[in-house]
């Protein structure tokens, strides 16, 4: 019987740290890996781009976090040419700004140029409607990376949060 006991205990213990162990992720259109706190969901758009008859391709990959309200997720936008470097800071504003200016109630917390490597980033808070929605968007090449959470303000996943971003990594650069 306490071995029976024993079974359920460790196997009651496996099953719930096993809904949030962080897992290694490889994305091959983005050339970039990152930890997921569970295997992320992928969606793919491809978006015309008018005046230049090319496409721009928007791949979404997003995983919850425990409580199921949080969510992580990484956007990778490859764009039809590479960005000009004298534009680079020039574009991640000009993203930003998009997020902002998507729905009024957006109030912009904090925003902050930063590099990861050699790349120009962006480091960001947002909320909206009592969440937070917080990233690092990083521009090489011809691709805009942009890895963030979204979770509610009265959560402190500050520690979460570091451990994703400081996980990013390009590959093949």
Known sequence: MKKFIFLIFISSILISGSSFSWEKFYSIEGKCEVLFPNKPEHMRQVIPVKDLSSYMNYDVYLSTLDDESSVCMMIIVDFPA?????????????????????????????????????LNALDFVVEDQNRYFKGKAIIS??????????????????????????????KNQ
């Open 82 to 118: 590479k960005i000009d470097s004298d534009k680079e800071l020039q574009s991640l504003e000009g993203f930003l700004n998009g997020i902002i200016n998507h729905r009024e109630e957006k109030k912009l917390i904090s925003a902050d140029f930063t590099t990861l490597g050699d």
């Open 141 to 170: 090449e011809s691709k805009m990376y942009l890895i963030a959470m979204e979770y509610d303000t009265h959560l402190d996943l500050d520690i979460s949060f570091n451990k994703y971003i400081k996980s990013f990594h390009l």
